[in-house]
Each structure stands twice: as structure tokens, then as C-alpha cells.
């Protein structure tokens, strides 16, 4: 089954410091990848997604994530943490087939330390 | 553009009660989908409708749950009779054109007792 794996439930990381949370993807053919974040007690806002082109891929917030196929990650990026950034975030993919279906990873709480 | 709205934001109800939320997509969005957010299961696809039309509802988790999306600009989600364990996070969010992402509303805290 096609599937997105978010390997870690929680990271935390100092303010300043750079980000990583991890997404690896085992999806057929030319996957679409997303990211999407979700503030307590809010909806999940889109940050950003790979469909072609350039492997690294900038969004919202200073967010960028770089697709690597050999590795079948879009791991998500920050160079600089703020504490405003702590959330839960969600990996997710429409896979082929399934027109806009997305199917989500199971998020990970990035906690950014003062 | 207001974004996806939905209402209530909270619903406190009894068990067997009929639970009805409500959905409005941004507009120009041909698809719309609504989710389930527990923090046992995760979030989970339900339904979703193209251009008013259910494309697969293989989500939706028995009988008790149905949804509808009469227009373009309206789309219901009812739970008869409604069970502790519907107990959830709802959220709708809509798509449309050449944009994959899709836009989430602010979601709906039901709670049955």
C-alpha cells in the first residue's frame, strides 16, 4: 500500500538552531508531495508541495523541503527556528490514480525551545 | 476570500441525537473533502465531492454517517444517531483548478456524552 511515514512523533530543537522533520514516501510513479502545519485548535494550513521540477521547494514561513528520490524523502527545512514555529506537521501525498485525494502521515509535534 | 468556513465550531450533543455540520468551500473550489481528527486514529479522509458529486466515500465509517453538498457553495456532514465514539475533530477543506493543496476550514470539536 502506497504510504507516507513520518518517523519521528516529536523533535525538539533550540530556538535559532536549524529544523529537520522527516517525511519518507513510498508512493508509485511521480508522486505529489505536502506539507501542511496545524496550530492548536486550528485547521491544518497548506505550507508547501513538490509536483515537478526543482527538487527544492520553498513555502510559507521560511519552510523549504527538498524531494530526493533515491532516498524517497521530502524531509522539511528551516534554517532558523522560531518558537512561533511549534506545531504539529503533517507530510501527506496524492498518489496516482486517486485525482485529489490526499492521504496524511502520521505528523510530528515540533517543539522549538527559547 | 474568507476561506473555508464551517459551523458550529462546537457541538456538545447527546447520545442518539442527530448531529448536522455545515461547510461553505472557498469559492471556485470544485472539490471539496471532509475529515476526522482523533488522536487515536489521526486524520481520515471520509468523503469528498467534485463539482457536488460524491466520489468515494469509502471513509465514511458506517450508516450513521451521511453527507451531502446540494451547490457549489454548501455542504453538510449529519451523524443519526450520533454515538460517543463519533467524538472527533471534524474538518472540511476544498480544492479546486490547477491547485493540488487543499485549503482546511477551522474544523468543528463535537463532543457526544
Known amino acids: 500500500a502506497q504510504s507516507v511515514a513520518q518517523p519521528e512523533d516529536q523533535v525538539n530543537v533550540a530556538e535559532g538552531n536549524p529544523l529537520t522533520v522527516k517525511c519518507t514516501y513510498s508512493v508509485s510513479g511521480n508522486p505529489y508531495l505536502f506539507w501542511y502545519v496545524q496550530y492548536p485548535n486550528r485547521g491544518l494550513q497548506f505550507l508547501l508541495k513538490y509536483i515537478t521540477g526543482d527538487n527544492l521547494v520553498k513555502g510559507s514561513y521560511g519552510f523549504e523541503a527538498e524531494f530526493n528520490k533515491s532516498q524517497t524523502s521530502f524531509h522539511l527545512k528551516k534554517p532558523s527556528a522560531l518558537v512561533s514555529d511549534s506545531a504539529l506537521y503533517f507530510c501527506a501525498f496524492i498518489s496516482s490514480g486517486s485525482a485529489r485525494q490526499l492521504t496524511f502521515g502520521s505528523g510530528t509535534q515540533l517543539t522549538v525551545l527559547p | 476570500d474568507a476561506g473555508v468556513i464551517q459551523s458550529p465550531r462546537h457541538e456538545v450533543t447527546e447520545m442518539g441525537q442527530e448531529v448536522t455540520l455545515r461547510c461553505k468551500p472557498i469559492?471556485?473550489?470544485?472539490?471539496l473533502f471532509w475529515y476526522r481528527q482523533t488522536m487515536m486514529r489521526g486524520l481520515e479522509l471520509l468523503i469528498y465531492?467534485?463539482?457536488?458529486?460524491?466520489?468515494?466515500d469509502s471513509g465514511m465509517p458506517e450508516d450513521r454517517f451521511s453527507a451531502k453538498m446540494p451547490n457549489a457553495s454548501f455542504s453538510t456532514l449529519k451523524i443519526q444517531p450520533s454515538e460517543p465514539r463519533d467524538s472527533a475533530v471534524y474538518f472540511c477543506?476544498?480544492?479546486?483548478?490547477?491547485?493540488?493543496?487543499?485549503?482546511f476550514g477551522p474544523g468543528t470539536r463535537l463532543t457526544v456524552t
Open positions: 465531492f467534485n463539482n457536488n458529486v460524491p466520489i468515494d
Open positions: 477543506a476544498s480544492s479546486g483548478g490547477r491547485l493540488y493543496e487543499q485549503y
Open positions: 469559492s471556485g473550489h470544485d472539490y
